[in-house]
């Protein structure tokens, strides 16, 4: 009880990101923790796309920011990592009612400890198809079949946790190119 923020300090909290967010640090911080899963909603726009993904769009990343900005406060940010990911992409054409049906093709951002940072990783051809990656260096190489792929990226994220040797990651096996997202 001694990290969780009270009601009042959660009530002023208005982005919905940050409350999560500030209550999964807390358990953090009393080491019961060392991963929180925090949800946004808002994005899956099958009408009005636009106007839409405007206003998600800017509550998600202002509650990124304010949970980054927390980290810093709570002196964290060393220890921290943030990933922002979907489950999906939207489609680049519009539908009839002028929203967006689901995409294969979605993006991830990584902020914190043990990012490098200033780099993209991975592309899209102009039909935001997914184009070949090689998987040494992080290249986009259009000669190459294999592409960014949700097991990867998990393979990469067990080792950057240091996991990926643990019994659970035993139980759960997943098998696939390992990236090095981490450096």
Do not use: C
């Not at 769009?57 to 964290?76: A, E, F, K, N, P």
């Not at 220890?79 to 002028?98: C, E, H, K, L």
């Amino acid at each position: 009880m001694q990290f969780l923020p009270g009601n009042d300090v959660l009530g002023r909290a208005q982005n919905p990101l940050l409350r999560q967010g500030m209550v999964a640090l807390a358990a953090y911080q009393a080491g019961v923790t060392a991963a929180a899963n925090l949800a946004v909603g808002g994005f899956d726009t099958h009408g009005q796309h636009d106007a839409s993904q405007a206003v998600a769009l800017s509550r998600l990343l202002q509650g990124v920011d304010q949970l980054m900005d927390r980290i810093d406060m709570l002196g964290l940010s060393d220890r921290v990592t943030v990933i922002v990911g979907s489950d999906f992409g939207r489609t680049p054409s519009y539908n009839a009612q002028m929203g967006k049906d689901h995409w294969s093709v979605t993006s991830m951002l990584l902020l914190g400890a043990g990012v490098p940072g200033d780099r993209v990783i991975g592309a899209t051809t102009e039909g935001q198809r997914a184009r070949g990656l090689d998987f040494t260096t992080l290249a986009v190489s259009d000669g190459s079949s294999r592409r960014l792929n949700p097991k990867s990226i998990h393979l990469s994220l067990r080792r950057f946790a240091g996991v990926e040797t643990a019994e659970v990651a035993r139980q759960f096996p997943l098998y696939g190119d390992r990236l090095d997202l981490f450096g």
